[in-house]
Each structure stands twice: as structure tokens, then as C-alpha cells.
């Protein structure tokens, strides 16, 4: 079966320190893999989208970047975290071609301090 | 370009009572929409989706949703609410016109659902 996993689950980290999200994919190969934000009273907002190794797209500039090492790792990163960086981070992934069955991660809740 | 508005930030109802939460979208063309739960510091959890078939959807837990296409909505109801549906309540639109061909999620800001005894 298809699993997706994300951690850490909870992170406090202080202003202008790295960051390094995680979230892996089991069971499918090249997913479409994504990274979405969500600030306290918002919605989720698209951060990045992957369609295969090595290829990264930003949907919004932002202290935050992302990599694709391997075909089902998909990984979030700053090099100097900001207050405004706090918030629920979100891994998903979908087959190419399909329109609807993202698969969540369960979530990092990062607080910046 | 789509959009997706939830039109209450927040809605409270007793246990027992009928849900009701709103949704709004903006489409140039058919669009796929979603409702999406996420409960304390979980993930989301898709409820239900209307992909251009029936327009009455019924999802997981009670819940079901009709697309409207000539007033816009997709509004999200439930018969009689229950404790464990207190969650956050996100209505989503796929947008097709991704750049690249891809897709992605448009979301709603939310509605908190909160459920009395």
C-alpha cells in the first residue's frame, strides 16, 4: 500500500536557525509531491511542487527552499528561519495525470522563537 | 484563475443538530471541488469530491455536499452533528490551468466547526 511520511510532527526552532522537513513516499513511484503551508487563521498555501528528481518549482518567493534527492523524498529547508515561518507544513503526493487523490502527510508544526 | 471562498470563519451547533458550511467558488471552466477535514494538529482527510458527475456527493461520516454550478457554491452539510466531527473544514477547487500541465490545490481559508453538548 501507498504511505506517505512526514516528520518531524512538532518543531521549535529560534529565529535564524536552519531548518530540515522531511516527508517520503512508500509505495508508488515518481509521485507528483508537494509542500504546503498553513498560517494560523489561513488556508493551506501551495510552498513547492515537484514532477520528478531534482526538479523543483516555487509558487510563492519566501525564505524557504526545497530538494528531491531521491524519487520519493521531498524535503523542506531555510538557512535562517524567520518568525513568519511559523506554521503547519504539510507533505502531499498525487499520481501524475490525476486531478484528485492527493495523499497528506500528517504534518510539522513549526514554531519560530 | 479559481478561487475558493468559505463564507464563516467559525460555526458552532449542538449535538444532534444539522451542519451547514459554505462554499463559493470562482471557475472559468467545470471544476473539481473537495472538502477537506483536518483535525488538532493532524493531517487532512478528503470528506468527499465532486469531479462532474452526480451533483449531490456523499462523502465519509454523513457528510455530503451538491455542486450548485448556477449559484457557484459547494456547500457542505451534514443531517445531525456529532462531538467528533468538531474539526477545521476546508472547501478545495483543483486547478486544471497549473502551469507545466500539472495541478494543484486551491484552498479555502477554513471553518472551524465546533459541536455542544
Known amino acids: 500500500s501507498q504511505t506517505i511520511h512526514q516528520w518531524p510532527a512538532t518543531l521549535v526552532q529560534p529565529v535564524g536557525s536552519p531548518l530540515s522537513l522531511e516527508c517520503t513516499v512508500e509505495g508508488t513511484s515518481n509521485p507528483n509531491l508537494y509542500w504546503y503551508r498553513q498560517a494560523a487563521g489561513r488556508g493551506l498555501q501551495l510552498l513547492f511542487y515537484s514532477v520528478g528528481i531534482g526538479q523543483i518549482s516555487s509558487e510563492v518567493p519566501q525564505n524557504l527552499s526545497a530538494s528531491r534527492p531521491q524519487d520519493r523524498q521531498f524535503i523542506l529547508s531555510s538557512k535562517k528561519l524567520l518568525l513568519s515561518d511559523s506554521g503547519f507544513y504539510l507533505c502531499?503526493?498525487?499520481?501524475?495525470?490525476?486531478?484528485?487523490?492527493?495523499?497528506f502527510g500528517s504534518g510539522t508544526r513549526l514554531t519560530v522563537v | 484563475a479559481q478561487s475558493v471562498t468559505q463564507l464563516d470563519s467559525h460555526v458552532s451547533v449542538s449535538e444532534g443538530t444539522p451542519v451547514l458550511l459554505r462554499c463559493n467558488y470562482s471557475s472559468s471552466y467545470s471544476p473539481s471541488l473537495f472538502w477537506y477535514v483536518q483535525h488538532p494538529n493532524k493531517g487532512l482527510q478528503l470528506l468527499l469530491k465532486?469531479?462532474?458527475?452526480?451533483?449531490l456527493v456523499k462523502g465519509i461520516n454523513g457528510f455530503e455536499a451538491e455542486f450548485k454550478k448556477s449559484e457557484t457554491s459547494f456547500h457542505l452539510t451534514k443531517p445531525s452533528a456529532h462531538m467528533s466531527d468538531a474539526a477545521e473544514y476546508f472547501c478545495v477547487v483543483s486547478d486544471l490551468m497549473f502551469s507545466g500541465g500539472y495541478n494543484k490545490l486551491i484552498f479555502g481559508a477554513g471553518t472551524r466547526l465546533a459541536v455542544h453538548p
Open positions: 465532486y469531479t462532474s458527475a452526480a451533483t
Open positions: 502531499a503526493w498525487i499520481h501524475p495525470g490525476l486531478t484528485y487523490g492527493y495523499t
